[in-house]
């Protein structure tokens, strides 16, 4: 049941623009199930459905995948005007930011979900990406590096 549930929300929010968890549970029982809000919101952040602005200036609930345009937009945006540089030590990839930028630059990374990337740590100026392998590391320092 909360496959097909979870199924026919991306269905809706493809066809639709939904902005509020309300509107949401309100098709969704429109389509024969039934749902609470809380039942949406577990659904909304297991799925990690975020909203993006519409060209309207409204925002509506969105999948990161189907919207990965947005999401590139976004971390282009934090990554140019922040970054300052790109280095490594070993499968750790470094950035250094300017103070106070690195945990935003951190989740947009994240949200890209770069394959050779394990997992990313943020401090105040600096981000360690870890690569899966040392090999793979050129290959993401170069995509960072492309990116300025």
Do not use: W
């Amino acid at each position: 049941m909360k496959y097909s549930r979870q199924s026919k929300i991306l269905e809706i929010i493809e066809a639709k623009d939904v902005e509020t968890q309300d509107e949401l549970a309100v098709e969704l029982r429109a389509s024969g199930f039934q749902v609470t809000q809380a039942t949406v919101s577990r659904d909304i952040k297991e799925m990690r459905l975020i909203k993006v602005l519409t060209k309207d200036g409204r925002y509506k609930y969105a999948s990161i995948r189907e919207k990965e345009g947005a999401v590139n937009d976004r971390f282009l945006k934090i990554y140019r005007n922040s970054v300052i540089s790109v280095d490594f030590a070993g499968n750790i990839v470094i950035i250094k930011t300017l103070v106070g930028s690195a945990n935003a630059a951190a989740v947009s990374i994240d949200a890209l979900n770069i394959k050779e990337i394990v997992g990313t740590i943020a401090g105040d100026d600096t981000i360690f990406l870890v690569v899966r392998e040392e090999s793979q590391v050129q290959k993401v320092i170069k995509q960072f590096k492309d990116l300025l």
